[in-house]
């Protein structure tokens, strides 16, 4: 009977300290805030052209004129100049590039600073980066476009001229994390029908005997696709109809198609999860949001809301939605735990660490 209780005793603590964990979840899970701290504020001078976005857990902020690092006290980790016009910013895990949205300058960058300069021949139509530094961007050369790959010192690796009737115009352009494989999204007119073609390039050695260096590719009709993007180790194509997921390192493969019927108003996505937002028939729920999972598009959760938004996106593992002056936190399962307003005009709001955000005004 000694021996039982002395057995039974050890497995009582565990259950205890399960339920104790279980509890604990379950109230900052439903956990709902009514209110909001500040902890740190900073002043620029120039917020109208001034935006933000995150870098290997501090804040890159960058203009017209120059690029920082601040951490997350708003203090200056370093500072770079550049000179553009209307610069945007692509950022994966520890790399960025920012490009001059119509212009021809581009800088890429890390944590520690600027690691190379690019001056394009071409107007630039978008940039994108991968975590392992190589970047790509689309060039205007008009009646033709050249997508280009690079290294984080801005050299160059490869080009390719395209042609608007074949394959295309290219849409969107992404790289996956290995460094080898771009994935590229052209929109072309066959017949009078809007036609899509996603293709993959390999520039390792598994490419090197294809044509074009192209070892997969998949066309569809009557399909926009607006938007593609690598998130984890798949890519997703985000179509005007839903999205279609497509495995391997190499050689891509389509994985999953998600079709909806209903018209999709707004995109959202992290490397997780894929979200989509489409107009309710309810008063008092004018929208609805699906969540789908990365790995393999199944549906995590659906939840109708009323947000007034202009942005959503996810950041930091919450959905994020805000407008001029209201914001909302939802976690990653569609459970609301913030909604608030704020005096001053919101242009950014994103999530800096365990319930920290960074809230931007136009002051």
């Known amino acids: 009977l000694r021996r039982k209780k ?41 917020t109208v052209s001034t935006q933000y976005t995150y870098l290997s857990g501090k804040i890159l902020r960058y203009s017209s004129d120059e690029v920082s690092l601040v951490n997350n006290k708003l203090e200056t980790v370093w500072s770079q100049t550049y000179d553009m016009q209307n610069p945007v910013a ?66 160059l690796v490869a080009e390719n001229q395209t042609n608007i009737q074949d394959p295309g115009y290219p849409m969107d352009v992404a790289l996956a994390d290995n460094g080898v494989v771009m994935m590229v999204a052209y929109q072309f007119v066959d017949s009078s029908e809007t036609t899509s073609y996603i293709a993959f390039y390999n520039f390792g050695e598994v490419g090197q005997n294809e044509d074009d260096r ?17 998130l984890g180790s798949n890519a997703v194509a985000l179509r005007d109809d839903g999205f279609t997921i497509y495995s391997g390192r190499q050689i891509p493969k389509e994985l999953k198609t998600v079709q909806v019927e209903q018209e999709i108003i707004s995109t959202f996505y992290d490397e997780d999860n894929i979200g989509l937002v489409f107009k309710n028939d309810s008063k ?10 990365t790995a393999d598009g199944k549906l995590k959760f659906k939840e109708d809301f009323n947000i007034p938004y202009t942005t959503i996106k996810l950041s930091g593992g919450n959905i994020l939605m805000y407008n001029s002056s209201q914001m909302c936190v939802m976690n990653s399962r569609g459970v609301q735990k913030y909604l608030g ?23």
């Open 6 to 46: 002395a057995v039974l005793k050890p497995v009582a603590v565990i259950l205890i300290a399960v339920f104790v964990v279980l509890a604990g979840f379950l109230f900052l899970e439903k956990r709902i805030y009514r209110n909001y701290k500040v902890q740190v504020t900073s002043e620029q001078e120039d």
């Open 90 to 155: 692509d950022v994966c895990g520890d790399c960025a590039v920012i490009a001059d949205k119509d212009g021809t300058s581009m800088v890429f960058l890390d944590k520690n600073g600027i690691t190379g300069t690019v001056s394009t021949s071409y107007s630039i139509v978008k940039a994108k980066v991968s975590k392992t530094g190589m970047a790509a961007a689309i060039l205007d050369g008009g009646d033709h476009t050249w997508i280009n790959f690079y290294n984080l010192d801005g050299s």
């Open 214 to 230: 192209i070892v997969s590719g998949y066309t569809y009709d009557g399909v926009v696709v607006p938007q593609i993007q690598y």
């Open 284 to 293: 008092d729920k004018q929208y609805i949001m699906e969540v789908y999972n």
């Open 341 to 363: 307003s704020v005096d001053g005009t919101i242009k950014d709001f994103f999530k800096i660490g365990m319930n920290r955000y960074l809230l931007v005004l136009d002051s």
